[in-house]
């Protein structure tokens, strides 16, 4: 889900077609129907660290790549990446950054792969896949996790060939998602709080590497993590609980 131009809200869905809704009318009357496979997400192009409304780029599990016109609607090009696993995008320094199952992806804005973030290989060996990912541009970092891995791991975007630095966090079952908010990342989570499964959010300094605070406010798992101006965030519960909360930004 992104805002687009102040006046509307794409939505993409499992069903392989995203929906516009007018924030006006509060209606859906328009509806992009050019992928084959479920929607994972919707991004708007940014160039030199300012949002562009000339374009936005969609993807979906099948690893197939949209770029759109926002005033027409219209394809501008469409690639499909090597792989079968897309789960979100990201637009960075003229490049989209792509998670995959096994690996990142650093394409060009044609479809054109130019860089990876390669899993290693004892991780490979223990089937583990590629969960969330977020990009730290001022520290010229992306951060990752995997699934069933309380670990985050961190690479440098110079020399992405370089074995990436490892935080761990302790009482966490696996990261779901994470957001970069001022120097810090929010790192949403399943994990354990008095003995309890909790959904936990972990506050980690980014020039520190350390974990300055530990959230509890969800009894399921974190999903979700949106910023608010870097001033709050809100974060999403699982389905047992189905609940947001809203934490100050410090």
């Known amino acids: 889900m992104v805002m687009v131009e102040k006046s509307q809200v794409w939505i993409g ?3 392989s077609i995203i929906y516009i809704i007018n924030t006006h009318s509060m209606s859906c009357n328009k509806q992009l129907n050019d992928h084959r496979s479920g929607v994972m997400d919707i991004i708007i192009e940014n160039r030199n660290g300012t949002a562009s409304n000339s374009g936005a780029y969609s993807c979906s599990l099948d690893g197939t790549v949209i770029a759109w016109n926002i005033s027409t609607l219209k394809v501008n090009r469409r690639f499909q990446l090597p792989c079968q696993n897309l789960t979100s995008i990201k637009f960075h320094n003229n490049r989209l950054w792509c998670c995959t199952g096994s690996c990142i992806l650093v394409a060009s804005t044609n479809g054109v792969v130019r860089q990876e973030v390669k899993m290693e ?4 060996d223990r089937c583990l896949s590629f969960l969330c990912f977020q ?12 699934s069933g891995s309380s670990d985050l791991y961190i690479w440098n975007i110079a020399d992405l060939s370089r074995p990436p630095q490892k935080i761990h966090l302790q009482d966490c079952s696996e990261i779901t ?3 970069k908010v001022k120097n810090q990342m929010w790192i949403g989570s399943r994990g354990i709080s008095q003995g309890k499964s909790k959904g936990k959010i972990y506050v980690i300094d980014a020039e520190k590497k350390t974990v300055e605070k530990e959230l509890v406010g969800h009894t399921d798992t974190v999903k979700a993590l949106c910023s608010a101006e870097d001033r709050y965030v809100l974060s999403g519960s699982g389905r047992d609980e189905g609940k947001i909360a809203i934490w100050k930004a410090e």
């Open 135 to 146: 990009l730290f541009p001022e520290r010229d970092q992306v951060w990752a996790s995997y």
């Open 13 to 15: 869905s499992q069903d």
């Open 177 to 179: 998602c994470m957001i």
């Open 121 to 124: 290989d004892d991780l490979r």
